[in-house]
C-alpha cells in the first residue's frame, strides 16, 4: 500500500510539472454585435511563476480587423490562485467592470459565433492547421467552402526571435464563385512567438463575418506560454 501511495504521488507530482511548464490560456467567445461589425473575446490564465490570475478583453473591428478604441484591457491580481482555481475569477472581474465596452458596441453575448472549424488536436503545434499547413471547412447553411493556410515568417533566434504570419483565404461559393482574401498583418513582428495556429474558426450568425482564433506559443522561462489571438474579416 505504501508502495501503491507512493507511485500515486510521484504521478501527481509530474502532472504538476508538465501542467506549469508553461502557462496556457483559457479562449472565450463573447460574441459580435447584430451586424458582425464588432466581435469580443477574452482569455485568462494563470502565471507560473507567480500563480497570480490573469485575463485579457478585447474588442475588435471587424472590417477593420483592428481593436476598437479602448478595446483592448487586462487584469493581474495581487495574490495568487487558491488550490484547483483556473484564473477564471480575473476574467470575471475584467469582464463586470467593464461591462460598458460591449455596450458601446452594441455586442450581446447570446450572440456567440456559430463554428465552421474546431482543431481537436492539443500538445505541441502539429501540422493540421498549424504554421505553413491547410484546412479546408465548410459553412453548411450557406454552402460555401473554405481553404485556408498560413503562412509565417521569422526572424532571429533565442531572445531575438520575431514572428508574424498572415493567412491565405480561398472561398467558394454555392454557385461555385471564387474569391481570394489575405487576412492578417504580416508586417508587425511578435517578440519571442515561435508559432501559430488556427484553433477556430467561427462566423458570425446572420451577417457575413468570420473570426480566426490563433493560438500562438511564445517562449518563457520554463516552456512556452500558450495565448491567443484573432484574425477577422468581414465578407
Known amino acids: ?95 463586470s467592470r467593464n461591462g460598458t465596452l460591449a455596450d458601446q458596441n452594441k455586442v450581446t453575448f447570446m450572440n456567440q459565433g456559430k463554428p465552421l472549424y474546431i482543431s481537436l488536436e492539443n500538445g505541441d503545434f502539429p501540422s493540421d492547421g498549424a504554421q505553413g499547413s491547410g484546412i479546408e471547412f465548410r459553412d453548411f447553411g450557406k454552402g460555401d467552402n473554405y481553404r485556408a493556410v498560413l503562412v509565417p515568417y521569422t526572424e532571429g533566434t533565442g531572445a531575438n526571435l520575431k514572428s508574424s504570419f498572415y493567412i491565405e483565404l480561398e472561398r467558394t461559393a454555392a454557385n461555385g464563385n471564387r474569391r481570394s482574401y489575405t487576412i492578417g498583418t504580416p508586417g508587425v513582428k511578435r517578440p519571442l512567438i515561435v508559432s501559430y495556429k488556427i484553433k477556430k474558426v467561427i462566423a458570425a450568425p446572420h451577417e457575413g463575418s468570420i473570426i480566426f482564433v490563433i493560438e500562438t506559443r511564445k517562449q518563457a522561462d520554463s516552456g512556452y506560454d500558450v495565448r491567443y489571438m484573432v484574425e477577422a474579416l468581414k465578407l
Open 1 to 95: 500500500m505504501l508502495m501503491k501511495k507512493t507511485a500515486i504521488l510521484s504521478g501527481m507530482v509530474l502532472l504538476a510539472f508538465s501542467l506549469w511548464a508553461g502557462d496556457t490560456a483559457s479562449f472565450v467567445d463573447l460574441g459580435f454585435s447584430p451586424d458582425g461589425q464588432v466581435y469580443m473575446f477574452a482569455q485568462y490564465g494563470v502565471q507560473t511563476s507567480t500563480l497570480r490570475p490573469w485575463a485579457d478583453l478585447f474588442a475588435v473591428d471587424v472590417p477593420r480587423n483592428n481593436f476598437v478604441s479602448g478595446g483592448k484591457l487586462s487584469y493581474i491580481h495581487e495574490s495568487p490562485v487558491m488550490a484547483g482555481q483556473d484564473g477564471s475569477g480575473a476574467f470575471f472581474r475584467l469582464l
